[in-house]
């Protein structure tokens, strides 16, 4: 199985700001976890990061025929993007939705998710082991 995780604006950020809400680790040990994960599991993995809409709808275009299963954190697109829903939903590929918080705990404004239409299921508050969770879900139902 080959899966993309797909991570947006920000989260280059993990670990240096807001400890609080999301963590004291960093962006490269969120790659390393999902490395590690990927070798345990036997699955193949991508890492992406933009902070750039167009440029995380340009990486879900490419994704097709190529990979199996998406894992996406938006970020903040999260709330606002159709355009990511748009090519979600153009390319077909199960996806799991992650969030690090638990966005239904916070401001009003991150409760809507445009995203969460083409995803199979989401995950949030669960720190970076969302992402695990989200790459264990991809492989049980789609691998
Ligand atoms: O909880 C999540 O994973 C979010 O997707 C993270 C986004 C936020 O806009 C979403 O509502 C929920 C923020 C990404 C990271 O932002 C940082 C801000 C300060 C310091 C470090 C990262």
């Known amino acids: 199985m080959n899966i993309l995780v797909i991570n947006g604006p920000n989260i280059n950020m993990l670990g240096i700001r807001e400890p609080e809400i999301y963590g004291r680790n960093t962006y490269a040990d969120l790659v390393a976890l999902i490395e590690k994960t990927a070798k345990d599991e036997r699955v193949k993995v991508k890492c992406f990061q933009s902070n750039h809409e167009g440029e995380i709808v340009d990486e879900i275009q490419k994704a097709y025929g190529i990979f199996d299963g998406i894992v996406i954190n938006p970020a903040a697109y999260t709330h ?64």
């Open 80 to 143: 606002t993007s159709v355009a990511i829903l748009d090519a979600l939903q153009s390319v077909c590929i199960p996806a799991v939705e992650v969030h690090i918080s638990d966005v239904s705990k916070r401001e009003d404004f991150r409760q809507i998710s445009y995203v969460r239409k083409a995803c199979e299921t989401t995950i949030a508050g669960h720190g970076l082991n969302g992402y695990v969770e989200a790459i264990l879900y991809l492989k049980n139902n789609f691998g």
